[in-house]
């Protein structure tokens, strides 16, 4: 089948790559450059324990399962993970308490640690990535099985040619498709800070501290800022992650904020895993990863490719 897939974040790549899979043929419509929207802001936290009480998230083993299967292939062909193991810090009595409930119930993939005097649990199957080297890695493997981009604005569904099927992908803008959809929007920035010294654990404790792929250059964030839906960063934001970070390495010396990133989450408003919609007979919308991308992109693009081959 010819499938149009609308948007180059992680929806759409990993819907593309899914449907390669299965023998379709995949042309990608973005407008800005592959990766551009949420994804760059992305800090690259994936692993099934997410939310304040760290429960494990729905479908979150199976869709632990497909990341980690991407993951092995694209790691062949680029450095697309940046920690191996997350450690979950407990800040709170209630949260220490949650988190040994998860890791009783889940001890193939969570157990009880204290580090550095924080009680908390390690994730050892979870991972750091890059958000923009899975998809820029993910796209190079579309491409290679022949799927094309053009880096165009979809206007109007009628601009895409011999449209078997479409597939919309599009982040925030998804509600333009479909101004149906029960969607919240939150605004999050993330940030890259420079540093004298490294860090060996990623940590996840409310903010989030990770690697990038640059030497002495960490990932710090996110915020999750409602009601406010413009695209201005704001690098003051970025205080209380200084200051989480320097409790967890003291050692660390920050020099200065390198960059800012802004992106707009999307989710269900009514619970907290993608959007799959059916908004005409050859027309899906693939949307609300909130922030769970990378988490579940893999694998809900490939129940859509499945999906859509059903009569
Ligand atoms: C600050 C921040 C931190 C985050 N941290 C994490 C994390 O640690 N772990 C995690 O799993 N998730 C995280 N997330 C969430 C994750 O980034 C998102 O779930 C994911 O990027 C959403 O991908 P998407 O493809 O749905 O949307 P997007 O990445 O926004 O992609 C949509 C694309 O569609 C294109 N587009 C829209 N309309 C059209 C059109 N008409 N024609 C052509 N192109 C169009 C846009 O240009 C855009 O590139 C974070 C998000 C933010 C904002």
Redesign the pocket.
Known sequence: MQVHV????????SVAWALLQRGHTVTL??????????????????HPFPGLRGQMAYLGQEAMEVALRWLQELEKRARVILHRGIFRAALTQDQQYDFEISCRRFPRWVEKVVWRGFAGMWIPQGCVLS?VCFVDTLWALCEEKGATWIQ????SLDQLPNNEFIVL?????SH?WDPSLHSFYN????FQIHIKGDIDWAVSAGG?IGRTDRDHILMI???YEHGDLSCNVNLDKAKPFVEQMESFYPEVTPSRIVQG??????GDSKRPWPLIRTIASNTSL??G?????????PYFAEQLAIQIEKP
Do not use: M, N, P
């Open positions: 609308v948007g180059g974040g992680i929806a759409g790549v419509w973005e407008a800005d450059k592959i990766g551009g929207g949420a994804t760059q802001a992305c800090t690259g936290f994936l958000a165009k604005k979809v206007e992908a599009t982040g925030a803008w333009l605004k999050g920035q993330s989030q964030g996110s915020t990133f802004v992106g707009l989450r999307v693939f949307t990863l909130g922030s769970r991308g990378l988490l579940y992109a």
